[in-house]
């Protein structure tokens, strides 16, 4: 049968070429991901940048260390405590640094430091000199040397004269003086001597830093951090995919393959091939051609990693220092899953071809008598129930849930894969449905064509599959996520009663003189909300860094609505704390907690918020002293006029990297960043998966239209012209493009059902989203494609 197997390629030179290519493309996408997400994963940290220069380092110990029952335990600091004086007093030749709050008002970000920590990094002065006054300060944009300048600090805003501009990004050096007056903390010591001396002088009561663990301390640690966990994200996200999808295409592609070889396999079995022959034969076709199509995708793949990569940084969703990795492991497992993707797809069909009797042969190539067997219908009736309790036990259990596009993807992978398995079945009743449109082609075209999608059900659900793919999630998921980041804005904004916000333009937070501005203002109620931690000590042995809002609980409940199932606001003080149910703490009880800057104390529970809270704890300054307010809320009294107020809002924060807001304009602004957010990282995971699923597209109907040149011909024979013969391929393309697209609505209306019935149980009804354009264009470039595939093999004359 091997030898069968060889002479079949030979003769149905495009089917196997198709097939070929789906396989290698799947393989190579897959290897592709792979290497990207071993990029972000493997690739070794970025080089020390803030302290370049200085060999070694101490800086206080960041982390909070508790005895629990069950020995030490510790979580990260979120409020830095600072070296002592003693400490900088055993190096007299250290750089002290202190890094705080300082930015040019309306300048690009940056911070603060003394000008001796220029030493620190290779960085040097272009023009000026060092500052020498308190009111001197060196720059690294934003202004010329000799210009008068405010600088916005944790306490407000003063003049400073710009004397020098320095090549150190993103930095206001100070005189050593005033940055000690703006910030006595002392944030860590830099010293050109050896690491053991240094160790032997600090002992227990600070960390020394050398090597790498010097990049610990640059500013943008947390950033790359975060950039490469979203990358890590996007490509895990879209290797899955691109795993789903190669399975579907490339088994879908092997059985439309077989499906038009019914012929062949009925001449096989009458000549006398067994059932078992037949069966190896496919299988032997498919091990010939998956071998060197899996070979070259695991071959390919790494070559595709570069440039994905490169647009994911371009894109600003993967930092641009990541390391391209050499690991091997991708390819290898690109390669071994195609091959087994591969035979898996060509069991099915082996299975079914291996049954056919030799008497009922002939008769079952003439038309397909039954679309769908017991063993597909239960097939895609499981995948759809599966998809279908998912969603009633998210909507019934755990509606938040529904906002984490992590459990509401594999749902849509769901349907998708059901809608595939079960689309046989419902090309007939689609078909029908859509042949209303075709009325208005001349002659019999309108006839010929529902006719011949409907007559081959199988081929036509397998032509139809990555339309089915790719219009199906685009709708699911694009409209998936704007209905999930206009939930998650109405739920922000529900609680605020404020007309007016004021919010910082960076990520410094406001400063005290503003705050005190804000205040002052008649005719307005303003309160200022700041975010910090506490923690406490779980079960005796494990410590939990738990987010909360320091509040003012005077000045709150006119600006924010605080839904409380037990206890009061007004009996927060600076004894007392407002918890969340997920501390499993009643009224009254005293808890044990710690402060972000990792001094102890205990708290009175005053009162228990509900389950639609967005904060997780209350306190008041007492307990969070350094942390910075984010937001200012403004709530107009009666009978004061909105004008005036947004007048003097907007003087109060100018020259303080501050902007006034009215509440309906917070509202449309953090639904858009959100959306804009979403779609980005949706967009690129959909952009890998419609590339691979518009070749697959133009693939399969290059094998249909091979598989089709009889028929052109017969129908030239009875008379049809040139032209009547194209109408009736492209209107044929079109209609199983249309099925396709009709099988993405049902998937998209169902996920988004569920999604709905989920989501309005958060906030106010949400209506179903569906990214119109989106939609459209992905639509409509199946159908171009897909008629341009049709119609070029029966542009070829023949004879």
């Not at 990520?507 to 406490?536: C, I, N």
Request: glycine share 10%; hydrophobic share 50%; proline share 6%.
């Amino acid at each position: 049968m091997l030898t069968i197997a060889f002479s079949t390629l030979r003769t149905r030179m495009v089917s196997f070429v198709g097939t070929f290519l789906a396989l290698a493309l799947g393989t190579a996408l897959m290897a592709a991901m792979g290497q990207v997400l071993a990029t972000t994963v493997g690739s070794p940290e970025r080089e020390p940048q803030r302290y370049a220069s200085a060999p070694v380092v101490v800086v206080p110990d960041g982390r909070l260390r508790v005895d629990g029952r069950l020995g030490e335990t510790s979580a990260p600091l979120a409020a830095p405590r600072g070296l002592p004086e003693s400490l900088a007093g055993r190096f007299p030749g250290a750089v002290t640094d202190r890094v705080f709050t300082a930015r040019l008002a309306g300048g690009p970000a940056a911070v603060g430091r003394p000008w001796s920590a220029s030493r620190t990094a290779p960085q040097r002065l272009l023009r000026g000199g060092a500052p020498a006054g308190s009111r001197e300060i060196v720059v690294s944009g934003g202004a010329r040397v000799g210009d008068r300048v405010r600088v916005v600090t944790a306490a407000g805003a003063e003049p400073y004269t710009v004397v020098g501009l320095t090549t150190a990004p993103g930095t206001v050096f100070f005189s050593d003086a005033e940055a000690a007056r703006l910030s006595p903390r002392i944030d860590a010591l830099a010293l050109w001597l050896p690491s053991q001396e240094v160790h032997a002088a600090v002992g227990s009561a600070a960390k020394v830093l050398t090597g790498q663990n010097r990049a610990l301390l640059d500013p943008t640690r947390k950033s790359d951090e975060q950039a490469r966990n979203n990358a890590g994200t996007i490509v895990g996200i879209a290797a899955g995919f691109a795993v789903f999808i190669a399975v579907f295409v490339v088994s879908s592609t092997f059985a439309f393959a077989a499906a038009q070889r019914r012929r062949e396999f009925a001449l096989l079995r009458t000549v006398g091939a067994t059932p078992g022959q037949v069966r190896r034969m496919l299988y032997g076709e498919a091990g010939i051609v998956a071998l060197p199509a899996a070979a070259l995708g695991a071959i390919a793949g790494p070559f595709l990693a570069g440039p994905i990569l490169d647009w994911l940084v371009g894109l600003e969703m993967a930092p641009g220092w990541l390391a391209p990795s050499t690991a091997t492991w991708p390819s290898l497992v690109a390669f071994a899953t195609g091959v087994v993707v591969a035979l898996s797809g060509v069991a099915l069909a082996a299975r079914r071809a291996g049954r056919v009797r030799p008497a009922e042969a002939m008769r079952e190539v003439a038309v397909e008598p039954r679309a769908m067997t017991w063993g597909r219908w239960a097939v895609g009736a499981a995948l759809v129930g599966t998809a279908l309790v998912r969603m009633a036990m998210t909507a019934i259990g755990d509606p938040a849930k529904a906002t984490n596009n992590k459990s509401f993807m594999p749902i849509v992978m769901l349907l998708v894969a059901g809608a595939g398995v079960l689309a046989p079945a419902l090309v007939r009743p689609v078909t029908r449905l859509l042949a209303a449109s075709l009325n208005g082609l001349r002659g019999a075209g309108g006839v010929l064509v529902p006719a011949a999608a409907a007559a081959s059900a199988r081929q036509t659900a397998a032509v139809a599959a990555p339309v089915l793919i790719a219009v199906g999630l685009a709708a699911a998921l694009l409209g998936g996520a704007a209905m999930t980041d206009a939930t998650k804005t109405a739920a922000q904004a529900a609680p605020v009663r404020a007309d007016y916000l004021v919010l910082p333009t960076g990520t410094a937070g406001l400063d005290r003189q503003l705050v005190e501005r804000l205040r002052a203002l008649p005719g307005v109620d303003v309160a200022v909300t700041a975010p910090t931690s506490v923690y406490t000590l779980e079960g005796d042995a494990v410590l939990i860094q738990r987010p909360a809002e320091v509040v003012d609980p005077a000045r709150l409940p006119a600006v924010l609505d605080v839904p409380l199932t037990a206890g009061s606001l007004t009996d927060l003080d600076d004894d007392g704390i407002i918890v969340s149910k997920s501390w499993e703490r009643k009224l009254g009880a005293n808890v044990k907690v710690w402060r972000a800057d990792g001094s102890e104390t205990s708290l009175k529970v005053v009162g228990v918020l509900g389950v639609d809270a967005q904060s997780d704890s209350y306190v008041t300054r007492a307990n969070a002293r350094s942390a910075p307010p984010t937001t200012a809320y403004a709530k107009l009294r009666p009978g004061t006029s909105p004008a005036t107020v947004q007048a003097a809002l907007e003087r109060a924060v100018s020259g303080h990297n501050a902007r006034a807001v009215a509440k309906a304009g917070w509202v449309a602004q953090a639904g858009e960043q959100r959306g804009s957010a979403s779609r980005l990282g949706l967009l690129v995971v959909l952009g890998i998966i419609l590339a691979y699923t518009a070749i697959a597209l133009v693939n399969t109907l290059l094998m249909a239209a091979s598989g089709r040149a009889a028929e052109r011909d017969a129908l030239r024979l009875l008379g049809a012209t040139r032209g009547q013969v194209l109408r009736y391929t492209a209107g044929e393309a079109l209609l199983v493009v249309a099925v396709g697209v009709v099988l993405a609505a049902g998937v998209a209306v169902l996920s988004l059902a569920g999604l709905w019935a989920s989501l309005t149980q958060l906030a106010a009804p949400i209506a179903i989203s569906l990214p119109w354009p989106s939609i459209a264009a992905v639509a409509g470039g199946c159908a171009l494609l897909g008629v341009l595939a049709s119609i070029a093999p029966a542009l070829r004359r023949r004879r």
